[in-house]
């Protein structure tokens, strides 16, 4: 591995550790893996166990990770004897080591890829304390501080350290520190490549179970270590890749159909709108028809009619009193428009007119618009009032009728303009012929239906006919 990518990587380790990504990511395979299936775990587990030559001061034995019991552990599969003929040494090793991977069709076999594992005599081991700053820095400061934990040289030892624990209050770290001679990895390293095999790592630790969520421990230089070619591989990048787009789907297809509903939405609500438009349109039609309809409606019956105002007149005067004028007419009094009546006649007490007009129903704010004048001789006064016009109250509005629904007309009430007779009730056009009598009277037609939202005038009260003069005797 060249130094240049080696940096790069030691920095991307400081930067993950700094941010946490380290941390994240073991806390959440430790939460994900009790949710595997047994097999997928275990097959998960054996392709990352290699098999391991565990070396011994006079022989060498083979494990080979099996499922045994429903757990996935090492067992041994062959021993090597070192003592005796190097030849047959050589030879018992290939055997052993082709067993691992033998060839299909006398083809030749891939290299098998296996860890050494170092004895116990042979690997100097301690845990150590230092302070939290260096982790970012750790094999550097272990390095410079080599001769301390050692008798030997620095350039003479091969170690490695793994980070087991962190006191948060006194900031320190736990390391877990191992170093053998590089003789001695070298050695051992070179014998398992003469027996046809490729060594990965060269480990302190005997086989045991599956590996850990932790890094072991590698006393391979680091410059040396073929963990950029195992990165490189399908086994690893094909289920990320798997993964990677899995999640992209679950990402992307909730988004893309709330898309399609945010789209069928905003079509929805744009033809929701054009009706409502529509229908404020029409509503501002009719309201604007409606009261062009009702203007002129509203002006008549905005005060007691003519006819009323004189019979309520007649009815209110004593019978000592008589009218030589009498008059209706509008004023405007700033913004708004007045109605007022005007009269001036002749009675035998004028000054009780004033609070007969008040007590009226029709009339308010009754007042001399001239002094009062006697007549001489006689028991008689001239005067001049005026008195406003109360408003009536406005007509209720006609309700309004459904589309297309043609309301049912009260009862007794005529029929309407333009209907035709009942088939029952002939229209007379006069007495039937043979018959004596007075001629029949004509139909009265019925007053016209009222625009759907206009008012409806009050109705007038009938002014009762004055008697015929009777012929003198």
């Known amino acids: 591995m060249e130094p240049a990518s080696l940096d790069l990587r030691q920095r991307w380790r400081a930067l993950s550790r700094r941010l946490g990504l380290i941390t ?12 595997i299936p047994h097999r997928l775990r275990h097959a998960m587990a054996r392709m990352r166990m290699r098999p391991v030559l565990a070396f011994e001061p006079d022989t060498v034995v083979l494990f080979v990770p099996e499922l045994a019991n429903s757990h996935l552990a090492y067992q041994e599969a062959a021993r090597i004897p070192l003592t005796g003929d190097q030849d047959a040494v050589l030879t018992a090793g290939r055997a052993a080591i082709e067993s691992l991977s033998p060839a299909a069709g006398g083809a030749k076999a891939d290299p098998v890829e296996i860890v050494v594992a170092l004895p116990a005599s042979q690997v100097l081991r ?3 304390s230092l302070p939290a700053a260096v982790e ?4 550097q400061v272990l390095g410079y501080d080599l001769d301390r934990h050692t008798p030997f040289k620095a350039e003479e030892m091969s170690f490695d350290a793994n980070i087991v624990g962190r006191d948060p209050v006194k900031r320190e770290l736990r390391v877990d520190w191992a170093a053998a001679l590089k003789t001695v990895v070298e050695q051992s390293r070179r014998r398992a490549e003469s027996w046809g095999a490729t060594v990965v790592a060269v480990t302190p630790d005997r086989p045991s179970g599956p590996p850990g969520p932790g890094k072991a421990l590698n006393l391979l230089p680091a410059a040396e ?6 990165l490189r591989r399908w086994s690893i990048w094909a289920p990320l890749a798997l993964i990677a787009v899995a999640a992209l789907v679950a990402t992307a297809l909730p988004i893309w159909q709330k898309r399609g509903y945010a789209i069928a939405l905003m079509q929805l609500a744009g033809q929701g709108r054009v009706q409502a438009d529509a229908s404020n349109a029409l509503r501002e039609q009719l309201e604007r028809l409606t009261g062009e309809y009702n203007f002129a409606l509203a002006k008549k019956y905005a005060y007691p009619s003519a006819l009323q105002s004189v019979e309520d007149v007649t009815k209110l005067l004593p019978d000592d009193t008589w009218l030589t004028q009498l008059e209706l007419k509008n004023t405007v009094k700033g913004k708004d428009a007045k109605r007022e009546i005007l009269v001036r006649g002749e009675s035998a007490n004028a000054g009780r007119l004033i609070s007969l007009l008040e007590d009226s129903n029709l009339f308010g704010e009754a007042a001399p618009r001239s002094p009062t004048t006697k007549i001489q001789p006689g028991p008689g006064e001239i005067f001049d ?5 109360k408003p009536l109250p406005p007509p209720p509005l006609v309700q309004l009728a459904a589309a297309g629904a043609e309301p049912p007309p009260p009862a007794g009430s005529a029929p309407a303009v333009g209907a035709p007779p009942p088939a029952s009730a002939p229209a007379a056009k006069g007495n039937p012929p043979g018959k004596s009598g007075p001629p029949a009277a004509p139909a009265v037609a019925a007053p016209a239906r009222p625009v759907p939202g206009s008012v409806s005038p009050p109705p007038v009260e009938a002014v009762p006919s004055p008697e015929p003069a009777k012929a003198p005797q």
């Open 126 to 128: 301690k845990t150590i």
């Open 136 to 139: 970012d820095n750790l094999a």
């Open 24 to 35: 994240f990511w073991r806390w959440w395979a430790g939460e994900l893996v009790p949710l």
């Open 385 to 389: 009032l005026g008195a406003q016009l």
């Open 225 to 230: 270590r073929p963990e950029a070619a195992t």
